[in-house]
């Protein structure tokens, strides 16, 4: 008995890293996802028929597998609507390399632009960048990662990118750094400067150059692709802010930024009405509710951290005697491509929870289900996705179930961004619903 497990412990030994049937398992190869497409929403890359990643715009991920040949395919899954497949791509997958497939659609076609590069050997002494330009539309670049204040017209580019798949790679030693766009040939021209990068010894870095759709008020950002995409921060980047204000004695407020109490982020903000965007530094803010000229009064305390380049709505709500609270909406405002958009924010502080029906003309919402349901600690919906087609919207409330707002006809349109912006109205039973972004 000691002999045959002996022997049974060299077989597992020998036939250790083998499958099932003797085969040798193949070494590992690298890929990345990452999605580059404004006007899309989500993304799914299948090799053959299982998900290896899926990503919303302007993120992506690092899977690993079984090197060898296989079918890709990317889809998409529209509203209402099987999930489309927009391509396969047949692609042989060496070990000891990284790949990268980007997805960008030039004129609403989708492509994958596909980059190789080897593996960075560990240990070394060096940080290594690539950089892939998946802007249709934008000019050629060079590329330069050098530390802060360098003159660029006194330096050769680490690379030149334009759209397509071929990567500007390149190795620096490790120091603070920012990274530099220019269009080629025109180093005094700065289409970017980042923020202050660390470059590590060892790391190994890939960058996409890609278009926003709108969702940031700039054409074009930089993204690392990481777990979730790590946007690149740009020197003189901030955030835009605006807010709305829905407080039962619908009197007007202060709106304080941070210590701000000389003059108001926004002054005497009206009820019910969405202010203008103001630009705001990006990091950490408290954003303050106070009544008109009375800065020490702290009705509500909003703490928040704005991403550079994006939008955000702050609202505050609730009533008087129970207690005024603030949320803060990070906006997306980009159409997509075979679908109707909608957020919804519920600032109508004296109902607690609230269901919004988006229904056809003439629906039943006793036998439907609400397409938002927004209890008290949720003012804001995320992007719901609708078949362009005409609805009704109704509001219930959810405790009484009573209908407090519709049915209204709308109206959504293919790549139109609706925003519902929901009001406790004045006679404080019902509510009012006012549009923002494209009106239905």
Not at 297 to 304: D, I, K, Q, Y
Not at 366 to 385: D, G, M, Q
């Amino acid at each position: 008995m000691r002999i045959a497990g002996l022997l049974a412990l060299a077989a597992l030994a020998v036939t250790a890293g083998c499958e099932s049937e003797g085969r040798v398992r193949p070494a590992q190869t690298t890929l990345r996802f990452f999605h580059a497409s404004p006007q899309f929403g989500t993304f799914a890359l299948l090799r053959e028929r299982r998900p290896e990643a899926i990503s919303d715009f302007g993120s992506g991920s690092t899977v690993h597998f079984d090197s060898g040949p296989y079918d890709f395919n990317l889809e998409s899954s529209p509203p209402g609507l099987p999930p489309v497949r927009h391509l396969t791509l047949s692609k042989d997958l060496a070990p000891g390399m990284q790949y990268t497939f980007v997805a960008v659609s030039p004129g609403d076609q989708p492509q994958l632009l596909v980059s190789e590069i080897p593996t960075l050997p560990q240990g070394s002494a060096n940080a290594r960048y690539s950089i892939i330009a998946a802007h249709p539309t934008q000019g050629a670049m060079d590329v330069y990662l050098v530390p802060p204040g360098t003159p660029l017209s006194g330096v050769i580019p680490q690379g030149n990118v334009s759209f397509g798949p071929t990567p500007a790679t390149f190795q620096v030693a490790p120091q603070m750094s920012r990274l530099y766009l220019t269009p080629a040939g025109d180093p005094n021209t700065v289409l970017f400067e980042s923020t202050d990068l660390v470059v590590a010894a060892g790391s190994d870095h890939y960058f996409v150059v890609h278009a926003t759709g709108g969702q940031t008020p700039i054409d074009f950002a930089v993204t690392e692709i990481t777990g979730t995409g790590l946007r690149i921060g740009r020197q003189g980047e901030g955030a835009l802010l605006r807010v709305v204000q829905g407080v039962d004695d619908r009197i007007a407020r202060d709106v304080i930024l941070d210590d701000g109490t000389t003059t108001p982020l926004f002054p005497a903000q009206a009820f019910g009405e969405l202010s203008p965007y103001v630009p705001i530094s990006a990091g950490q803010h408290t954003l303050k509710l106070t009544p008109v000229g009375a800065p020490g009064t702290e009705e509500e305390t909003v703490e928040f951290t704005p991403l550079a380049g994006r939008y955000y709505t702050a609202i505050f709500a609730g009533d008087t005697t129970d207690g005024i609270t603030g949320r803060i909406m990070v906006e997306d405002p980009r159409p997509i491509v075979n679908q109707s958009s909608l957020y919804v924010i519920n600032a109508a502080g004296l109902f607690d929870f609230l269901l919004m029906y988006v229904l056809p003309p003439g629906g039943n919402i006793n036998t439907a289900i609400p397409r938002v349901a927004l209890p008290p600690s949720e003012y804001t919906s995320l992007r719901v996705a609708l078949v362009p087609a005409s609805y009704e919207i109704t509001v219930q409330d959810a405790e009484t179930v009573t209908v407090v707002a519709g049915p209204v006809p709308v109206t959504f349109a293919e790549r139109g961004v609706y925003g519902v912006l929901m009001l406790n109205a004045a006679n404080n039973t019902t509510v009012d619903l006012q549009y923002f972004y494209d009106t239905p």
